[in-house]
């Protein structure tokens, strides 16, 4: 027999909608305060009279703070509450904007750029997270790809930004300018219903009733909500850490640290954080222009990544990985190959920044939304949060290797080594994810769970 109330009145989605999208602007602040530096290094190093040393400092403050942030963020939400959470990290967000913006020393913006850093490492551990345990299993891939696309409009906005703020000189209001959208944030999360898995977790069972039921936009939540259920009972006892490295798990493991890495290794962040002097190095000399194919290639980023979330529910994850990535490959290559003439002749020059509007696009539709995604959905709820914290801190420390070796390597090895060294990884990347990355179209969260269990279960005959 059918079931009629489901029949009858089809779900209103609109709130999980409105949910999802709040949510992703904790995304939208971590793209804007790692992409804002870029051009705010010029005005600062000149305000301040600092080092090529400070400057590193101010840049990978950030990303030290995000790693320490993401490793605590997992447990916060799991004890908090993944709303509560939130609310803190807009906080933080806020109170990091402010003090950069207002430093009247480079110490006191190092702890501003630390502070930034850990509501990012809060928000990229705990958004993601949120967002899967509040989407439909069948649109779970494009609204937790939400997150990533925040990102890069974060980053375009950053680079626009500091466009606009370059005229009159002032990184202040630069950095400043991420008030408006932390307190956006922080208004809608504190607004927004908590994860209902979360508290059926936490023994809340009506409230979690009542959640679903909003936010699934009808009544018949039943069956979802035993399913959840079912799901929990594997996990009476609290989840350890250490329940990664049982067999079923592990694997689960294995999948998400690698991509947290490789995500970084085949480095994207180096075109991110670094787009305006590599092209200037390429032979496009003109400052304008520089900035304009920054401003370029954020938008590439942004667009493909729209094109990667009409795909990702349909074509499945793994499909896009394989291609994105084979792409990235070709693309670094090709980029070695137009910097080692680039230097003598304009034409090449751009056919260097087109290479790289390919390889961001590459990235944009493969590793960037597909390494956030999974790992929100290929860990069991016991350890949900502090899992994806792991593979998030992962992220961010290969994130600050990179960032710290770019400038080194280009001295030493030249642009074209370096991008085909990146492109080796890119290599590895694709082997990694052909045979260690699972496919979790159309399941449920517990359903991928059940998979874990059965691919470590014995053979029954
Ligand atoms: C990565 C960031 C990167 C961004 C670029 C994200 O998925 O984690 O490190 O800057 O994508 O769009």
Request: net charge neutral; hydrophobic share 55%.
């Given at each position: ?225 035993s399913e959840i259920e079912r799901s929990l009972a594997h996990a009476e006892e609290k989840g350890r850490l250490s329940d990664l490295l049982e067999p ?76 994105g990535i084979a792409g990235m490959a070709v693309t670094l290559g090709l980029l070695g190959l137009f910097f080692r003439a680039a230097n003598h002749n ?116």
């Amino acid at each position: 027999m059918p079931n009629n109330s489901t029949a009858s009145k089809p779900a209103d989605r609109s709130f999980v909608y409105l949910a999802a999208v709040f949510a992703a602007l904790g995304g939208l602040l971590f793209g804007y305060d790692t992409g804002v530096i870029s051009g705010a290094e010029l005005f600062l190093r000149k305000d301040f009279t600092l080092s090529t040393f400070a400057l590193e400092v101010i840049v990978s403050g950030v990303l030290a703070g995000a790693a320490v942030g993401a490793l605590g963020g997992g447990r916060l939400a799991d004890l908090f509450g993944r709303r509560k959470l939130l609310v803190a990290t807009a906080i933080i967000f806020a109170a990091g904007a402010a003090l950069c913006a207002a430093a009247q020393s480079p110490q006191i913006l190092v702890v501003g750029r630390i502070i930034v850093g850990l509501g990012i490492g809060l928000s990229s551990s705990t958004v993601p997270v949120y967002i899967s345990e509040v989407a439909p299993a069948d649109a779970r891939g494009w609204q937790v790809s939400l997150f990533q696309l925040a990102v890069t409009v974060g980053i375009l906005l950053a680079y626009v930004v500091d466009f606009a703020f370059a005229q009159i000189q002032s990184w202040r209001w630069m950095f400043g300018f991420a008030l408006i959208p932390a307190a956006i944030f922080g208004a809608g999360m504190f607004f927004l219903p908590e994860s209902p898995r979360w508290l059926l977790r936490s023994g809340q069972r009506e409230s979690a009733r009542a959640t679903l039921a909003r936010v699934r936009g009808t009544a018949d939540v039943d069956n979802e909500l035993s399913e959840i259920e079912r799901s929990l009972a594997h996990a009476e006892e609290k989840g350890r850490l250490s329940d990664l490295l049982e067999p079923s798990l592990r694997p689960a493991l294995v999948a998400g640290i690698g991509l947290a890495v490789f995500q970084q290794i085949v480095g994207i962040n180096t075109v991110i954080y670094y787009a305006p002097v590599i092209i200037q190095s390429a032979g496009i000399s003109s400052a304008s222009g520089a900035i304009l194919a920054t401003v370029g290639i954020g938008l590439v980023n942004v667009l493909m990544t729209i094109v990667a979330m009409r795909l990702i529910d349909r074509a499945g994850r793994k499909p896009l990985l394989l291609t994105g990535i084979a792409g990235m490959a070709v693309t670094l290559g090709l980029l070695g190959l137009f910097f080692r003439a680039a230097n003598h002749n304009g034409a090449l020059a751009w056919l260097a920044v087109i290479s790289m509007m390919a390889y961001v696009a590459s990235f944009a539709i493969s590793l960037g939304p597909i390494f956030w995604l999974l790992i929100a959905e290929i860990y069991p709820l016991k350890i949900r949060n502090s899992a994806e914290g792991i593979a998030a801190t992962f992220n961010w420390g290969s994130n600050l290797v990179i960032a710290l070796t770019f400038l080194t390597l280009v001295e030493q090895l030249g642009p074209s080594w370096t991008f085909w060294m990146y492109g080796l990884c890119a290599v590895a990347a694709w082997i990694f994810s052909y045979y260690f990355v699972p496919e979790t179209k159309g399941r449920t969260l517990e359903e991928i769970e059940e998979f874990w269990r059965m691919r470590s279960a014995p053979p029954t005959k």
